[in-house]
């Protein structure tokens, strides 16, 4: 690690996901926690206060419906309404089950028997996998359409239970606002990718996500101006509790991404600060600027520029801004962080951008560690290295070969309470 202090930012407290979502609501209110697009052309604006409101009318329409602690699916694309329906199923109603919406129709069912779930939240996108799923499947009491917008026997609207949730509430029900949670309790089944084996149903509860997402803001710098890109699948437990629930705690806006060949577009539209992605994308975004360089003749003073402005320290990082602006430009003006995970970044490239002025660091983490277990920070880091364990996490290699490589293993509040129903 470069010879810089480790420096532990100042966090908010929260006891669960729900302080979580309302200490927000209370602190950064109107402000735009979403920009979404639902077909249309302009981003429009979800407050926090909106996303507050959502979640508990869903959720007391959910209990009203009969499923208190009951297992609830959430599958679809990234959108303001997949977030709003994770939130209101693990802050009150009762065990929350994100599925990839990318597998084969058998594995969607195979989770949903597996994690033995009574209802599912879905997109119109998955419309006909649904609708055969429930030919076969007795056991799943709801279908939750996020875009139906008429209601016939098992199949019910996202829509109309907001306006149900909202009339009950009115009416003086507070099965959802007040109902209590343990936070050292299963609150999600997220189901492992499979790739050594058939998928693990990792069971985590509101103090593993709490305690992860609380240490993370407390090793890297994030406020309520940055805005980040939607961009992984949101199911997959780096996305949802980095890209997601944390921007959320720390007052930020997520701008949802249109798809991978709209990042720079999206970028350019939200004035995006912030991008959490796979190396390959960071890759191929980082060999694009360097072509665009040189098509314009213009590599050999970039790379003389480079050298000088990292000659001056902490002031050349300033003048990069200016420097490098058209740089900038192409992706919105305002881009100040890259954070990769889920593989190993190429060091050339962290360094690349840093050079042009743009912070990029990756870190290590897994699904069973609610994700984070380990980060570079903005004051130290080491391109080669996944990063130092979060503040509390303890890490070691045991087993080692003659080659000190081993299992890594991890201690801490974010470790998992187990594989659901697989000691």
């Known amino acids: 690690m470069k010879n810089t202090k480790l420096v ?24 735009a926690a979403y920009l979404v697009k639902n077909g249309s052309k302009e981003y429009t604006e979800k407050s926090f206060i909106d996303t ?12 009203n419906l009969g499923l208190k602690d009951k297992k609830i699916a959430v599958i679809g694309e990234n959108r303001y309404e997949w977030a709003i329906s994770y939130l209101s199923v693990i802050n009150g109603t009762g065990i929350v089950v994100p599925l990839d919406r990318m597998l084969p129709e058998k594995e969607i069912e195979n989770c949903l028997i597996r994690g033995e779930v ?28 996020m875009d139906l917008k008429e209601e016939i026997g098992k199949f019910k609207s996202l829509e109309l239970l907001l306006k149900r949730g909202r009339a009950l ?19 999600e089944i997220l189901f492992t990718s499979g790739t050594t084996s058939e998928s693990k149903a990792v069971m985590l509860s509101q103090e593993n996500l709490c305690y992860n997402i609380m240490k993370q803001c407390s090793m890297l710098y994030i406020d309520e101006k940055d805005v980040f890109l939607s961009l992984l699948p949101i199911h997959h437990v780096y996305e949802c509790v980095c890209g997601f629930l944390t921007p ?25 600060t912030i991008v959490l992605a796979v190396p390959m994308i960071f890759e191929a975004i980082y060999k694009k600027i360097w072509q665009g360089i040189e098509n314009q003749g213009k590599a050999k003073i970039v790379k003389t520029l480079i050298k000088f402005t990292n000659a001056f320290g902490l002031i050349g990082k300033k003048i990069k801004r200016k420097v490098f602006k058209n740089i900038y430009d192409q ?6 962080l890259f954070i990769a995970g889920a593989a190993a970044v190429n060091p050339e490239v962290s360094k690349g951008y840093r050079d042009l002025g743009i912070l990029a660091i990756q ?19 080491k391109d080669e290295a996944a990063g130092l364990p979060l503040f509390g996490t303890e890490v070691k290699i045991v ?20 594989y659901y129903k697989d000691d």
Not at 21 to 29: C, D, H, L, M, R
Not at 248 to 272: D, H, P, S, W
Request: proline content about 1%; hydrophobic content about 35%.
């Open 8 to 31: 532990e930012y100042e966090v908010r407290e929260i006891k669960d996901l729900r302080d979580l979502v309302n200490g927000s609501a209370n602190i950064y209110e109107g402000k």
């Open 52 to 63: 507050r409101n959502d979640m508990n009318e869903l959720g007391t329409a959910l209990i």
């Open 118 to 145: 009574e209802a599912i939240i879905y997109s119109s996108r998955l419309e006909n996998e649904i609708k055969n799923i429930a030919e076969r499947n007795e056991n799943i009491r709801y279908y939750i359409g």
């Open 169 to 187: 509430i009115k009416e003086g029900n507070r099965e959802f606002l007040d109902a209590e949670i343990n936070t050292k309790e299963i609150s």
């Open 248 to 272: 959320f705690y720390r007052g930020c806006t997520v701008a949802y991404c249109e798809g991978l060949k709209y990042i720079q577009k999206n970028m350019q539209e939200a004035k995006v």
């Open 331 to 336: 992706f919105g003006g305002k881009v100040r």
């Open 363 to 381: 870190g290590y983490g897994l699904s069973e560690c609610a994700p984070i277990v380990a980060l570079n920070t903005n004051t130290k880091m």
């Open 399 to 418: 087993d080692k070969n003659k080659d000190g490589i081993g299992e890594i293993a991890v201690k801490g509040k974010h470790v998992m309470l187990g």
